[in-house]
């Protein structure tokens, strides 16, 4: 976060199904140095892009499911 000091902050888009409780909860996730988040509109790749996200990071080893890595 320290690279983001003195940027503008910018609202995100949410879809109309997104409530407030999710909200909070997405601000409250604890998260670590080097997480990877992967967001999107429902039924836009996101899979596809987790799967390509997932490849780089192991660089090309084999994983079964994207969630085993």
Same mark, same amino acid.
């Given at each position: =976060?320290?690279? =983001?000091?003195?940027?503008?902050? %910018?609202?995100?888009?949410? =879809?109309?199904?997104?409530?407030?409780?999710?909200?909070?909860?997405?601000?409250?996730?604890?998260?670590?140095?080097?997480?990877?988040?992967?967001?999107?509109?429902?039924?836009?790749?996101?899979?596809? %892009?987790?799967?390509? %996200?997932?490849? =780089?990071?192991?660089?090309?080893?084999?994983?079964?499911?994207?969630?085993?890595?």
């Amino acid at each position: =976060l320290q690279r =983001l000091k003195g940027m503008r902050r %910018v609202k995100m888009p949410v =879809l109309p199904i997104t409530s407030d409780e999710t909200l909070a909860s997405c601000k409250a996730l604890a998260h670590q140095p080097g997480d990877t988040f992967i967001a999107s509109y429902p039924k836009s790749g996101t899979t596809w %892009v987790q799967n390509i %996200v997932a490849t =780089l990071i192991n660089k090309g080893a084999e994983f079964g499911h994207v969630s085993e890595c």
